[in-house]
């Protein structure tokens, strides 16, 4: 077998797979929340309470060939950013400490990069107070509006109201549009770092990426003191492979790229990391930044295993396909 010429194929489809995946693809944070530890840290609201903060969400995947004496080649890429600012006004807040907050947005922004084999193009939105630019038709103005969420202590966002006041198609939102839907919501307002707390326990936790090869990732937090009331909470991910049969099944691939890494390719790297600061005298959040890496190997092996095995031995081009996907969310409290 050729398999220079298969890794030549795949990535053709690699690329293809790429410039129509959506960004909601493989973006799922949706991780359960974690209980327990001696020392726990919560929000606390208060009817009135009134601020605004700046949401990131950075995602990235790359993949390129390597073979003996020859440059890297055939070089895919596909960048996702988004960022809004949003003004948080708590209605109410229950018994339980949970709180209902009116959510106005104030700015929103979206790029997509999109440079393979095949296609290189990049589409831009932005909407704010001066300014409205779309790339993608159809997509609506977002500014001043609002949504309502009921957000647990732990920031674990409990329910979602007034969509309906958003303007969107719900069930064809557009690209734009969908960071607006009941589940982009509710992984935007939970700060992972602070829901997953909890100290000298090592947890289990769902998977939340098909670019992630594991059943599952054991994480463990601890806490650091710093000045004027402030500690830096710290999360830290490992791969686990061995997890109960009850557990949650991993995420299933949603395009041909990422059936193709779960299938033939092997993971050599995974990074799960996350920071956040809590102020122990607002009992608020400040900052937070988690990132997720995973870095596949596509051998000559793992292409032989998907596609034959009559390649003899000693047999090809030696090539190598590295699969990179980075995913990265900033959380900041403006004012």
Excluded at 84 to 94: A, G, I, P, T, W
Excluded at 165 to 191: A, C, D, Q, W, Y
Aim: charged share 20%; with cysteine.
């Amino acid at each position: 077998m050729d398999v220079n010429k298969y890794i030549t194929v795949m990535i053709a489809a690699i690329s293809l797979a790429m410039v129509g995946c959506s960004s909601n693809g493989s973006s799922g944070l949706s991780l359960p929340m974690l209980s327990g530890g001696s020392d726990k840290v919560a929000n606390q609201y208060a009817q009135g309470m009134s601020d605004r903060i700046k949401y990131s969400f950075e995602q990235k995947y790359e993949s390129w060939v390597e073979m003996p004496g020859k440059d890297p080649q055939q070089y895919n890429s596909r960048l996702n950013i988004r960022t809004m600012v949003l003004k948080r006004d708590v209605q109410s807040v229950e018994s339980d400490g949970s709180a209902w907050i009116n959510v106005t947005v104030e700015s929103v922004e979206v790029t997509e990069d999109v440079n393979t084999t095949k296609t290189k193009n990049k589409s831009h939105y932005i909407n704010n107070e001066s300014e409205f630019k779309s790339d993608w038709k159809g997509q609506p103005q977002f500014v001043n509006k609002s949504y309502h969420i009921k957000v647990a202590p732990d920031s674990t966002v409990l329910e979602v109201a007034g969509l309906d006041k958003m303007g969107l198609n719900l069930k064809s939102p557009g690209e734009v549009g969908r960071l607006f839907t009941e589940g982009k919501i509710k992984k935007r307002h939970n700060r992972l770092v602070l829901s997953h707390y909890s100290p000298g326990e090592e947890k289990l936790i769902e998977n939340p990426t098909p670019m992630i090869k594991a059943n599952g990732i054991y994480v463990t937090s601890q806490k650091e003191k710093g000045a004027m009331g402030n500690v830096t909470l710290h999360l830290k991910g490992t791969p686990a492979y061995n997890v109960p049969k009850e557990f949650p099944p991993s995420p299933q691939p949603t395009n041909m790229f990422q059936s193709l890494i779960i299938n033939a390719g092997s993971m050599n790297e995974m990074v799960y990391e996350g920071r956040a600061t809590f102020n122990t005298e607002s009992n608020k959040i400040s900052d937070e930044t988690l990132q997720i890496k995973s870095t596949i190997l596509i051998t000559e092996d793992g292409l032989t295993g998907q596609f034959g095995s009559s390649a003899s031995k000693g047999e090809g081009s030696g090539g190598v396909m590295y699969a990179v996907a980075e995913i990265k969310t900033t959380f900041e409290l403006l004012d």
